[in-house]
């Protein structure tokens, strides 16, 4: 019965890892930039403010109702217009309404064409939804207009090198994550001893691109290399739970199931429902012959799966 159950425990823990788990998990900017519109004195100004919603203290469906309200008004043209449309864009984006997010991307880039500002932050923004609708040929190319249009466009490098590792093209992801990582490294002094500041990022720091290029050449097979990059990622943002996971899970390719275990548990603790961990854990627990563990794993994930909003 001991070995019978040691298969089951076992394969039961493989099969939810390859049901739904990814080995190296990637990160993607958001969408970005909300623009601030010229209030018009007969527009209500909580009303501006919710479809701006500059410091995200709105939610998405207050803020689709401000720029609703502001497009219906008629008071709204030309580039004021186009923010609009951008906020608005943003705001069903993150809401998950991908086909009226690019239409509102549509409509901000025709309003507004020759602000290259503007144009590739809306480009950026379109890009990003057409990579959660798995639309990566449409963006790769809005990130590449992004790009030519500014060049120093951090996360445009890094979100199109994760529509490239995507189509298994590593070679031009690990190249797009060394153009996020060197736009994001701090500018050194300069002759004066004025201190330099970092490209614009959301990421900021560049935590997430290491992390990205670290799981592009761990599946080119790189492990060592993809252990130095999640170094880096953790070094530069230490409660970056992602990166402990995939840390953990190069080790665990590696064989080294102590320093696995020891990154699935750090991830964990940051991010208690971060369910890859658990599963990759278990697994690592019963690969160092610990059933129950691996087993009391199994059941912490399929409780966690069953949570609402899992």
Known sequence: MGALRSIVVLAALVALI????????????PTTNPYRTAADPKDNQRQ???????????????????????VQ????????????????GKALANKGDLDRAIADFNEAI??????????????????????AKDDLDR??????????????????????????????????AIADFDAAIRLN??????????????????????????????AAYAAKGDIDRAIAEFDDAIRLDPKFAGAYFNRGSAYQVKGDLDHAIADFNEALRLDPKFT???????????????????????????????????
Request: with cysteine; proline share 4%.
């Open 18 to 29: 390859l049901a739904g788990q990814k080995v190296w998990i990637y990160y993607s900017e």
């Open 48 to 70: 501006v403010d919710r479809c701006v919603n500059e410091a995200n203290t709105f939610t998405p469906d207050e803020s689709i109702s401000g720029c609703t309200a502001a």
């Open 73 to 88: 008004s008629g008071r709204w043209s030309g580039q004021d217009l186009a923010a609009v449309f951008l906020n608005r």
């Open 110 to 131: 025709r309003l507004n064409p020759n602000d290259a500002t503007f144009a590739a932050t809306a480009n950026y923004n379109r890009g990003s939804a057409y990579q």
């Open 139 to 172: 963006a790769i190319a809005d990130f590449t207009e992004a790009i030519r249009l500014d060049p120093t466009f951090a996360d445009a490098y890094n979100n199109r090198g994760n529509a490239h590792r995507a189509k298994h093209n590593f070679d031009l």
């Open 185 to 214: 490294a701090p500018t050194p002094l300069s002759p004066a001893g004025a201190s330099g500041s970092s490209a614009a990022s959301i990421d900021g720091n560049g935590a997430y691109s290491y992390a990205n290029r670290g």
């Open 276 to 310: 890859a961990a658990c599963y990759r854990r278990g697994k690592a627990y019963a690969d160092q012959g610990d059933l129950d563990r691996g087993l009391a794993d199994l059941k912490a994930c399929l409780q966690r799966l069953e949570e609402p909003g899992q």
